[in-house]
């Protein structure tokens, strides 16, 4: 069965300072994995995804995720963060087949903080 | 319009009461999930649905029951609410034949049971 593990569940930054938010996860077969970004009071909302092909995915508001298969991380970076970026990040996961098709697995969430 | 609403998005309840969450969508979409998140565990599956016919239970479906209405409504019950029941619930949507498990997810439903 897969698994994700978020290896922070706080990181506090200074506004415009890199921020890296980690995630490993577990599978027996190839993956599907996701960012997702929660804002304080709202739902989940996809940030970036990473299906196939380059391992390099982009989000829209500057934040980037690299696929390693090697090391099965998918960590989560952006190079200067801003106050509105404050919010929880979940990475997620889903099998390319086997039993647990079309059911994303849930890291804890790292709850991200930027201060001024 | 919101495309996953939830209602209600607050509940205050008593240990023992029967409360029902709802879930209706627009974006058409077969696949219906309800997750709970509790601070520190993320997201867990309760229940999920592919279709009307199927219903599912994810890894913590016990004192909850479901209910697929039509395609778009999904509907979470806990018979008889227990403190530990207090979490924020959140239904998801996924298009079938999307292989990826992508989920678009509603705003929210609070659940406090005292």
């Known amino acids: 069965a897969q698994s994700v593990t978020q290896l922070d569940s706080q990181v506090p930054v200074f506004e415009e300072a890199p921020v890296e938010l980690r995630c490993n996860y577990s599978?027996?077969?190839?993956?599907?994995l996701f960012w997702y970004v929660q804002y304080p009071n709202q739902g989940l909302q996809l940030l970036l995804k990473?299906?196939?092909?380059?391992?390099l995915v982009e989000s829209i508001n500057g934040f980037e995720a690299e696929f390693n298969k090697s090391q099965t991380s998918f960590h989560l970076r952006k190079p200067s963060v801003h106050i509105s970026d404050t919010a929880e990040y979940f990475c997620?996961?889903?099998?390319?087949?086997?039993?647990?098709?079309?059911?994303?697995?849930f890291g804890k969430g790292t709850l991200l903080t930027v201060n001024p | 319009d919101a495309d996953v609403t939830q209602t209600p998005r607050n509940r205050i309840t008593k240990t023992g009461k029967r409360i029902m969450l709802e879930c209706s969508q627009t974006?058409?979409?077969?696949?219906m999930y309800w997750y709970r998140q509790d601070p520190g565990l993320g997201l867990r599956l309760i229940y999920y649905?592919?279709?009307?016919?199927?219903?599912n239970k994810g890894e913590i479906s016990d004192g909850y029951s479901v209910s697929r209405q039509a395609q778009a409504k999904f509907s979470l019950s806990l018979e008889s609410a227990i403190p530990n029941q207090t979490a924020l619930y959140f239904c998801?949507?996924?298009?079938?034949?999307?292989?990826?498990?992508?989920?678009?997810f509603g705003e929210g439903s609070r659940l406090t049971v005292l």
């Open positions: 990473y299906l196939s092909g380059s391992t």
């Open positions: 649905s592919f279709d009307v016919k199927d219903i």
């Open positions: 997620a996961v889903s099998e390319t087949a086997g039993g647990s098709n079309y059911k994303l697995t």
């Open positions: 974006k058409g979409h077969d696949r």
């Open positions: 599978s027996s077969v190839s993956v599907y």
């Open positions: 998801a949507t996924g298009l079938a034949g999307d292989p990826t498990g992508e989920l678009f």
